[in-house]
């Protein structure tokens, strides 16, 4: 097989404030069920002042435990349903408790709530052993928690999944962060000596992932508040990146602190961005076309006669192309701070979606959403080199590996095609590259490693053989 999964990055649970991960209750009274071998029992209880959130029976199955929005957690007989005792006493949270999980030999309860919380209990005595303070904002919430052999897990709201220490409850023994919304786009960089994933999700976060550990983290401070449309990095090693919030940001990867001296506010929706030497940047945006250098705005075309829709800039840094939605491809000059149109029309399918020039600059390529690449020979006046069929729905991204010989092409089929700039017929198919949903993003860490992304809010290596 001339592809294998290398790594998957897996998403973090979909979290929602006010719901439990885990749910045994009626969450419109006080209603619970639960399995007793084959079967489903339904009982009622009024001990509860509000909704139950979860049941649990023991392991050893002698007693039942029932958490609720109201705060409290109660213990009952397994055998005949009748209540033992509260935990805690009048209140076992300061908040609502989401979800509940017994230790192996039914002696303990580890808790989750919505007070930030999560607590364990010694059943048998009706105490509290342990509290896990998690933090002080809302998306410090816990929102579910397992007991699995040695391992105590909790999940925020932020969707972060914590290994508590009962040895030192104040912090965790490990935190997996990540993404929980979509993940829109990616680009790679080397910082170090190691080679590290950028991705931008819907919500606005920008991750960074080690991609030989998978360790992550996203950016101190405050960054953009909507999604994260691109991203790119600069010469100076600067992570570039366009957001629905109407900002164009440079972001320092060494400190990874988003900082308020990098923000280029825009007077409309950007859509794109690439880079050049010398400090440029230019932007797409909706029925605009923005020139920055050196973080500042310096020239724009606005009402360029046509959709733009996405945007390279040429390694050599003299042309810029822009892709519109009438399936043209027009080519602009950098003079100074001004961009001249060349006049020049490249012809694609379709519209345009992606495009991305070769590394050493010779070649051009075009994606559209007529499910075809076509490839530009620079040399050659831009003539067209060739013509790459196979996907069977719209094609949304495209990377050029850096061996400048190969590329490849995701799409809403699921699919990721890597492409053999020489032979169209030469190519490896991934297909369901993600499941159940269509590649947003994808990037070269080097000539055998692609990087894939998805809505799924996960981030995939590949290992390419040709």
């Excluded at 919505?114 to 929102?143: A, H, Y």
């Amino acid at each position: 097989m001339p592809y294998e999964i290398k790594k998957v990055f897996a998403s973090l649970p979909q979290v929602e404030r006010g719901v439990s991960k885990i749910i045994g209750g009626d969450p419109k009274g006080n209603n619970f069920l639960y399995t007793n071998g084959k079967c489903v029992i339904l009982r009622n209880i009024d001990d509860h002042s509000r909704f139950v959130n979860c049941v649990r029976f023991s392991p050893d199955g002698n007693r039942f435990a029932t958490a609720s929005a109201d705060g409290q957690i109660y213990i009952y007989d397994g055998k005949t349903g009748e209540k033992v005792c509260a935990l805690g006493g009048s209140k076992a949270h300061d908040g609502g408790i989401y979800a509940i999980s017994w230790s192996p030999d039914s002696t303990h309860l580890l808790s989750a709530s919505g007070d930030k919380t999560s607590k364990i209990w010694d059943v048998n005595v009706n105490s509290v052993v342990s509290v896990f303070p998690m933090g002080s904002t809302v998306l410090d919430q816990q929102l579910g928690c397992l007991w699995q052999k040695d391992h105590l897990l909790s999940v925020s709201l932020s969707g972060y999944i914590n290994y508590l220490d009962r040895n030192n409850p104040s912090k965790p023994l490990r935190v997996i962060k990540g993404h929980s919304k979509s993940i829109q786009c990616l680009t790679v960089h080397k910082n170090g000596g190691k080679s590290y994933i950028y991705s931008g999700s819907h919500d606005g976060h920008i991750n960074y992932w080690d991609s030989e550990t998978g360790e992550n983290d996203s950016f101190a401070g405050k960054g953009h508040t909507n999604q994260v449309s691109r991203m790119t990095v600069d010469e100076s090693g600067q992570l570039i990146s366009c957001s629905m919030d109407d900002t164009v940001r440079y972001t320092n990867l060494t400190l990874r602190d988003y900082s308020g001296q990098g923000v280029v506010k825009l007077d409309v929706q950007p859509k794109c961005v690439a880079v050049g030497p010398g400090g440029y940047a230019v932007v797409v945006c909706i029925g605009q076309i923005v020139l920055l250098k050196d973080q500042r705005k310096c020239f724009s075309i606005d009402s360029p006669g046509y959709e733009p829709e996405v945007v390279a800039v040429h390694p050599g840094g003299d042309t810029v192309a822009v892709g519109g939605a009438d399936g043209n491809v027009r080519l602009y000059s950098i003079l100074g701070t001004t961009l001249k149109d060349e006049g020049k029309l490249l012809e694609a399918k379709g519209p345009v979606t992606d495009m991305a020039y070769s590394h050493d600059g010779a070649f051009l390529a075009v994606c559209d959403a007529s499910k075809v690449v076509t490839v530009f020979s620079v040399a050659d006046g831009y003539s067209e080199n060739n013509v790459f069929y196979g996907h069977h729905a719209k094609i949304v991204c495209l990377a050029w590996s850096p061996d400048n010989e190969h590329f490849a092409s995701g799409g809403m089929d699921m699919m990721v095609y890597v492409w053999t700039l020489s032979d169209p017929e030469t190519r490896v198919k991934i297909q369901d590259a993600h499941r159940l949903h269509h590649v947003s993003s994808l990037a070269w860490l080097d000539e055998h490693t692609l990087v894939t992304t998805s809505h799924d809010a996960s981030v995939k290596e590949w290992t390419i053989t040709y």
